[in-house]
């Protein structure tokens, strides 16, 4: 029964708060749940699609308000906050004052776009998260027009009838019409850690928020069971919205190493300030230099030095990690994982729908004396049971066991577009698809069978058991699950005839290890008449669940995805071990395994040996293993801690609720974005959108691509610095003539501020990303080779500034003029140098190192474009002092470039064949050696 939107909006104060009125006030949980239903203007079979969208017009988004964002003025004032800026303005300021305007000018323009490249940085990091915070929005499971859909839970209105399950974030304030077995954890609303039972009779109204069993609120966490509720409250409405205005945290920019170089930054800011005073001390005590002159020069110094922009460029680096990475479908919930990924040593995934398909279709029916081949493929129901010899139609016994496989089910299938769809559990379509079939009517079995009571499927207990009410006033039992499970359930089974015999374990340990070998998935079924159908609520509990009489196994074929061999073959060259953990048969396990290629012979552990095993026996085990099968979320917990203990980096998939505590446990946890649970992705710190092994491959190469940029910036910002400071500092200290002047310090640090620097964060993988071995986690960002190589490039271009100094000098030419050459020197050195740092692993002089990615181009076309304005227009020079450079010196300061690029290829070349610095190893061809190769 639907009430039409005016009746609704003109109802008493009782209908779903349109109002402020807290949703308590109505006293939901005092109330029949029929009586609530009817005071909603609401049914059972939900509202109709054009009802929710009156009443979402009416009621709004259900959202709790954002938080307040950091207002743009306050981020661009920000930029601010930062000792060498305000030491930089204080100083344009003194220059200002005692008329050097030239120098006041180019400083103040410095920190101007310095502020404006950090802010438009800053923005572009917010909102690529911003993005990823849109990609996560959270869906729901409603009823409308009487089918189940998934809506967006912005969109749940009052009225809306809710479907939970484990592991579900409640979505709304609901009105509970139907719980079997259901636990919510309700910590975030009353503190209370212990989860709550809930259940539909209404409770006392004025019991307290943690006593209302029929109620199930908003951000509180289902642990266990499933139920039904109809909404009563949305938004700011519910009960959480009341307590706080702001639900789920808001991602942070900081990580780990970000952390790691403002600490730097600050570090080497201060270092930098005291050498500049010591210069300035020597400048203007010992050679009597003019103090203005001196403090302007050792100002230009210190800014030159401090790699100021580098936080900002490194932030940047990462969002353009984050996006690339949600381009290939892994969607970074927290930033810090994008660094870990690139370190990750071992993965260890789900089997079901992440390394395989998770298309099911039933291959083989396994009844007593019977074993019928099924043909077709997907969930069509086209496809014929091939009889055993001498049969004319389908065995009773067989007939039985795949109605059990129907009616202890909960899937539907249905045709979209001409092609068959399942809507629930995969294996459960496909046993819907198994009876038609068999040609039995799988809408009227299911009507002429009601089901009252179930015990859910669930990873612990490995089982599903349904009560159904007989014709007879009898009822029947019906179980599916792990098939040694039911069996160890069982006591008789089914022959041919009809009738119940003692159980022969043997023989169907037998049929089991036949189709588990041939990588099919098996599920057992058993039976139980009862003479009457219990009374009460909760009619079924595990305590009926025995003295089965089993019906027969049945085998299902789950290939393996295409993709994910590819990608288990690139980790195994990129040195990272592979390891399923499955809830799956030890056989089926292994034999999907091979198929893989996870290993050459997979070792199969069970969560029996994980058991059995002390903690240190687990961390051989959890190395030797590719494979754990028959695992629960405990033992995967287990694993992880092993694995961690033998100091690996560890990627860890999960769907279910019990998956939170390994996937937070795991150095990067990865949630299903299709399957998983809404607690597992809340405890992850990546969701896969497409649950696919291959994305979280791709993340990993896309990880150690951010790494690998992350360095180059660094590589390429130091010696870049580095080498103009030591000139000024060398001329300084000998007395010479400064090769440049203060302006033109600022305007090299300022126009490659703002173009080269940031080029190399868009950098794409080198090639051979995924030939290396993971690097070390503890691995320092200035490593041995990042330090040679910031002192060597430093002393080349102190060499090829003073060098170019002292010729044109030679050469006659004026102070202006040698200085302006000098300036032109640097750019072109830098732009040469950044073209060498974009490989760091391999060769740059080649066919794709000159071509250089748009950013770069854009970037160098945009710095020489401004290096020939301040070289021959007449406004820059005379702002900067400086003259038109002759072909003949331009096309020298050119060669130097080229040398300079010659010399680190070939001191690349040399380091590389010498194998001085580990981490310039060759990518390696073939998948033949690793570091690590114990573990893959
Ligand atoms: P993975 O952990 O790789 O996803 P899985 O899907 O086999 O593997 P679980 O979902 O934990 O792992 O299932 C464990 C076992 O429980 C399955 O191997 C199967 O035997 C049984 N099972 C799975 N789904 C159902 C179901 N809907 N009803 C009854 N039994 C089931």
Redesign the pocket.
């Known amino acids: 029964m639907t009430m039409p939107a005016a009746s609704l909006a003109a109802g008493s104060a009782d209908t779903a708060p349109s109002s402020d009125t807290p949703a308590a006030a109505h006293a939901w949980h005092a109330l029949a749940a029929d009586a609530a239903l009817q005071r909603l203007g609401a049914s059972g079979d939900g509202l109709s699609a054009d009802e929710a969208r009156r009443r979402l017009a009416r009621h709004g988004p259900n959202e709790l308000p954002a938080a307040a964002r950091v207002s743009p003025l306050r981020r661009f004032l920000s930029q601010f906050q930062n000792a060498l800026i305000l030491f930089l303005l204080a100083a344009a300021v003194l220059a200002g004052a005692l008329g050097h305007l030239v120098d006041a000018a180019v400083i103040v323009g410095v920190v101007l776009v310095n502020a404006v490249v950090g802010f438009v940085q800053e923005g572009k990091a917010e909102e690529a998260m911003d993005a990823l915070r849109a990609m996560l929005a959270p869906h729901a499971r409603v009823l409308r027009d009487g089918h189940r859909a998934q809506v967006p839970v912005a969109e749940l209105v009052p009225g809306d009838v809710v479907l939970l399950e484990a592991g579900d974030r409640v979505p709304a304030d609901l009105r509970l019409l139907r719980a079997r077995g259901l636990l919510v954890d309700e910590a975030v609303l009353t503190g209370e850690s212990v989860a709550s039972v809930k259940h539909e009779g209404p409770v006392a109204a004025d019991a307290a928020l943690g006593d209302r069993a029929s109620m199930a609120y908003s951000g509180t966490l289902v642990a266990a069971g499933q139920a039904q509720g109809v909404v009563v409250a949305t938004g700011r409405h519910t009960e959480i919205g009341h307590i706080s205005s702001l639900l789920g945290s808001v991602q942070s920019l900081v990580t780990p190493l970000l952390r790691q170089i403002d600490a730097f930054g600050r570090r080497f800011t201060l270092f930098c300030i005291a050498g500049a005073a010591l210069l300035f001390a020597f400048a203007v005590g010992v050679q009597g230099a003019a103090w203005l002159d001196a403090l302007m020069v050792v100002v230009a110094i210190a800014v030159s030095l401090v790699p100021e922009g580098l936080p900002a460029v490194i932030t940047i680096t990462l969002a353009i990690g984050v996006r690339r990475m949600a381009a290939r479908r892994a969607i970074v919930r927290r930033l810090p994982a994008v660094e870990t990924l690139g370190a990750t040593t071992v993965i260890c ?8 398909r ?1 298309e099911m279709t039933a291959s083989r029916v396994v009844a007593e004396g019977a074993v019928i081949a099924v043909s077709g493929s997907g969930y069509a129901p086209v496809g014929a049971l091939e009889l055993p010899p001498g049969c004319g139609a389908l065995p009773a016994h067989a007939r039985r066991l795949i109605e059990c496989g129907l009616l ?3 899937a539907q299938l249905a045709q979209q577009g001409g092609e068959w769809k399942v809507d629930g ?1 995969p ?2 379509g496909a046993l819907v698809a198994l009876a038609m079939k068999a040609g039995l009517d799988a809408a009227a079995l299911r009507a002429g069978h009601p089901r009252s009571d179930e015990i859910p ?1 669930d ?1 612990q207990h ?3 058991a349904t009560l159904h009410a007989r014709a007879d006033g009898s009822a029947e039992l019906l179980v ?4 040694e ?1 039911v069996l160890a359930m069982s006591t008789g089974q089914l022959d041919a005839h009809g009738q119940v015999r003692p159980l022969q374990p043997a023989q169907w340990e037998a049929a089991i290890a036949e189709a588990a070998a041939a990588g099919e ?4 079924f058993a039976a139980r008449r009862l003479p009457a159908l219990p009374d009460g609520a909760d009619a079924l509990d595990f305590g009926d669940v025995r003295e089965l009489v089993l019906l027969g196994v049945i085998g299902f074929i789950d290939p393996p995805r295409a993709e994910a061999t590819a990608a288990v073959a690139d980790c195994r060259s990129a040195g990272i071990a592979v390891k ?6 030890a056989a ?2 292994a034999a999907i395994a091979a198929q893989l290629g996870l290993a050459e012979q997979p070792v199969v552990a069970t969560g029996a040996d994980v058991d059995a095993a002390s903690d240190e026996e687990l961390r051989g085990l959890a190395r030797r293993a590719s494979v754990f099968a ?3 979320p405990e033992h995967k917990l287990r694993v992880v801690r092993a694995l961690q203990a033998e100091s690996q980096v560890v990627a860890m998939t999960g ?2 609720v019990n998956d939170a505590p390994s996937l937070k446990q795991a150095d990067v946890g990865v949630a299903m974005g299709h ?1 998983g649970t809404d607690a597992a992705k809340e405890a992850a710190q990546i969701v896969l959108a497409d649950d696919n092994f291959a994305s979280i491959v791709a993340a990993v190469s896309e990880g150690r691509t951010v790494y690998d940029n992350i360095r180059k910036v660094i590589a390429w910002t130091l010696p870049s610095n580095g080498g103009e400071v030591l000139a000024i500092v060398a001329a300084m200290m000998l007395g010479l003539t400064l090769p440049m002047t203060t302006p033109q310090i600022l305007w090299i640090n300022m126009i490659l501020t703002i173009s080269l620097g940031l080029v190399l964060a868009f950098e794409p993988p080198e090639p051979g990303v995924m030939q290396r071995p993971p690097r070390r986690p503890d691995a320092p960002l200035l490593s041995p080779f990042m330090l040679w190589r910031v002192a060597v490039v430093s002393l080349l271009f102190m060499a090829g500034s003073f060098g170019i100094f002292f010729w044109a000098m030679h050469r006659g030419h004026s102070v202006e003029l040698a200085r302006t050459m000098v300036v032109n020197t640097l750019c072109v050195l830098e732009i040469f140098y950044l073209f060498n740092v974009r490989y760091l692993h391999m060769r740059s002089f080649t066919w794709r190192g000159a071509r250089g990615t748009p950013a770069v181009l854009a970037a160098v076309a945009l710095v020489v474009a401004a290096q020939l304005a301040f070289t021959y227009a007449p406004w820059m020079q005379r702002l900067f002092d400086s003259r038109a450079v002759p072909l003949v010196d331009g096309a020298a300061i050119l060669a130097i470039g080229l040398a300079c690029m010659v010399l680190l290829e070939i001191e690349k070349a040399l380091l590389r064949r010498w194998g001085v610095f580990e981490e310039l190893a060759a990518p390696r061809p073939s998948s033949s050696s690793s570091t690590r190769e114990s573990f893959t």
């Open positions: 995934s789900d089997k079901t729908g992440t390394l395989t998770n202890c089910n909960d559990d294996m459960e499927f990873a490995r089982f599903m599916k699950g792990a098939p499970r998935r098996v599920l057992g399923m953990i499955t809830g799956d048969h089926t396990a028959r695992t629960n769907d279910g399957k």
